[in-house]
């Protein structure tokens, strides 16, 4: 069974990385996990949204989760969960509106030349 554990560490990595890439998004709505016990052996990460009849019925605006699972993200170098980060990042598009962008945005080339920036930058 999978359990999930609120990860205050990657909030500040995510934090550092969007200050840096100049991503604007409201992270106050971007809370990030920590799962264990995933049976997924290729998944690294996963970008969560609240959907949009959840927002309606609950009355708030969208929420996302960047969860990344503990046995494969962890046993990669810091370069390549940075990498990861970015990647899951992308996925939530500059409205914040509950959707997603799609891997025909978020793709390696994009995360590398994301990645290259983040690395040189300076605040």
Known sequence: MIKYFPSPAIKVRIEEI???LGIKHDLSRV???ES???A???TLARCHALPRIMQAAL???AHYVIEVISE???SLSRE???KTLIHELMHIPKAF???FRHHDYVCRKNVESLYKSYASAVI
């Open 97 to 99: 509106g509950g959707g």
């Open 80 to 82: 390549e969960q940075d």
């Open 72 to 74: 494969q993200f962890f």
């Open 59 to 61: 009355g708030v605006k």
């Open 40 to 42: 997924s052996r290729r």
């Open 36 to 38: 264990k016990g995933s």
């Open 18 to 20: 969007a200050a840096k």
């Open 31 to 33: 809370a990030c996990v």
